[in-house]
């Protein structure tokens, strides 16, 4: 997939839209019963409730000519104006090095490179529909004429225009293909930050006269690499969809990271951080970065939840290294944990649900890690634990006894990746 940012067609400074292009909402379009070989008008058609108080948002749409070339149109709402009327920007724009123009509203280059790109702003009404028009006519020897206008669907009256331009049959001018795609973008920083309630009306084609109407325009949201957290649902009107976005998506959790003991963090001591060794099955405390030969991944653990709700914690090391014995465990008698294999051999003497972890809400921000053998067994130490001195991580209490020997802060821990 080709990326193609809003830089250029918001005509402003570019942020970060081209590492984003392929991680945005993305919406498709269709119309109902039209004909393969196209249409010469198409109208896509917005309305926003809760616009930003700051620009930074494109809602696009691109559709693409039946000789290959691929316009773009949408709306950028903008923050209200001094009289406190809300704006849009409209936008109409190729990126077809061979497109030409002559329109005011209109400027050579598009996203840093050739093309043209043409806006307008114009004063709205929330809640209301304006569509961006496009219109192709074949102008002479084969040079095909785009035309963009706005209008308030409301009236059906036109309200400004956005620009047009002209492509070459032979540089893949055309009719507009009948089905396609858009997305919603940050072209800059503050478009991450905005909450917009916006509705996606009804696509409609037209081709000598005869209209063509649309199906209800589908969204979807990547899982990572997008900050714009938007969520898609049909609409009260009909063949429409309604999108809001929210506060930003957070960024996705690691899925290795470091268990680390905030009694250690607290007191100063480097070694705050669970940790393995290459030849043998201890998992101790020590230092939350490797060095040399010390690999980082012998102190990275994952969180794999089991089908009954607990967890195997599985260090990265022992994994990939190919040893069985890559899952933290404990036994019948004695406090130990050390690494084990994942699944239990059968017997009193080695179930699955010495290797079954509980992650436990402390409500300090800290969670407890609590062995599901010891619990259910009724032993008082099912929790794991540090000491004051020593790298000894092993089962205690869950809580300490207080005094400057035993705190609770001991069998506190932080893990900051996924739990999955």
């Known amino acids: 997939m080709i990326k193609l940012s809003v830089c250029a067609i918001a005509i402003t400074t570019c942020f970060f839209a081209n590492s984003l292009y392929a991680s945005t909402p993305l919406i498709n379009w269709s119309l109902k019963d039209a004909p393969s070989s196209g249409v010469n008008e198409l109208h896509f058609p917005m309305s926003f409730l809760l616009t930003p108080d700051a620009s930074g948002l494109y809602f696009t749409y691109y559709t693409t000519l039946t000789g290959g070339s691929r316009p773009y149109t949408g709306f950028q709402p903008k923050p209200p104006r001094v009289s406190g009327k809300h704006s849009y920007q409209s936008v109409f724009s190729s990126f077809n090095s061979a497109a030409k123009t002559d329109d005011g509203n209109c400027v050579y280059g598009a996203d840093g490179g050739n093309g043209v ?5 114009f004063e709205a009404e929330p809640g209301r529909f304006y569509s961006n028009r496009l219109t192709v006519s074949l102008k002479n020897n084969d040079i095909y004429y785009y035309s963009g206008d706005v209008f308030d669907d409301s009236t059906n ?11 070459p049959l032979s540089a893949g001018a055309g009719l507009f293909k009948v089905k396609d795609g858009g997305f919603i973008e940050a072209y800059i920083p503050a478009g991450c930050t905005q909450k917009v309630s916006a509705t996606y009306g009804e696509v409609t084609g037209y081709l000598e006269g005869n209209k063509y109407s649309g199906n209800p325009v589908k969204g979807s949201v990547p899982e990572t690499g997008n900050c714009i957290n938007a969520v898609f649902s049909a609409s009260g009107i009909p063949d429409s969809t309604d999108v809001k976005v929210t506060d930003p998506q957070p960024a996705p959790k690691p899925t290795y990271s470091t268990i ?10 480097d070694n705050r951080c669970l940790r393995v060794f290459k030849n043998n099955n201890s ?9 040399g030969r010390d690999y980082t991944s012998l102190r990275q653990w994952q969180f794999s939840k089991t089908n009954n709700d607990y967890y195997l914690i599985k260090n990265k090391y022992k994994g990939e290294s190919g040893n069985d014995n890559r899952c933290l465990r404990v036994f019948a008698s004695g406090n130990t944990a050390e690494m084990g294999a994942c699944a239990g051999q ?10 079954y972890w509980s992650v436990v809400d402390s409500g300090t ?6 062995n599901k053998y010891k619990d259910e067994s009724g032993n008082h130490k099912r929790c794991l634990r540090v000491f ?8 205690g209490a869950c809580a300490g006894q207080e005094g400057s020997s035993d705190y609770d802060s001991m069998r506190y821990w932080k893990y900051d990746g996924a739990l999955k």
Not at 117 to 121: F, G, N, V
Not at 157 to 167: C, D, L
Not at 283 to 291: I, L, P, S, V
Not at 388 to 395: H, I, K, V
């Open 365 to 370: 921000g800290y969670i407890l890690l609590k």
């Open 346 to 355: 059968g017997g009193a003497s080695d179930e699955d649900s010495m290797r």
């Open 117 to 121: 790109s043409c806006s307008t702003q």
């Open 388 to 395: 004051s001195s020593g790298n000894t991580a092993e089962m």
């Open 260 to 269: 680390i003991n905030k009694y250690k963090g607290d007191s100063g001591n």
């Open 283 to 291: 998992a101790e405390m020590g230092g939350c970065n490797g060095q």
């Open 157 to 167: 009256q036109k309200i400004a225009h956005i620009g047009s331009f002209t492509i």
